[in-house]
């Protein structure tokens, strides 16, 4: 199973290089793994923010 928060740190490495329709997969991987967490924790706000870009 792949750990969110290696996931997530994909995304972000993916994003700074420009790769950003991978990037964005890898946050809405994210977002599916994490669908169940709590809304505030900061990790899905950021994505989100990130995917609103």
Do not use: C
């Not at 199973?1 to 990037?23: C, E, N, S």
């Amino acid at each position: 199973m792949l750990d969110p928060l290696h996931v997530i740190a994909l995304a972000r490495v993916l994003d700074k290089a420009g790769q950003r329709d991978a990037a964005h997969t890898e946050y809405r991987r994210f977002l599916e793994l994490w669908k169940n967490a709590d809304k505030d924790l900061p990790e899905p706000a950021e994505v989100r923010a990130a995917l609103a870009k």
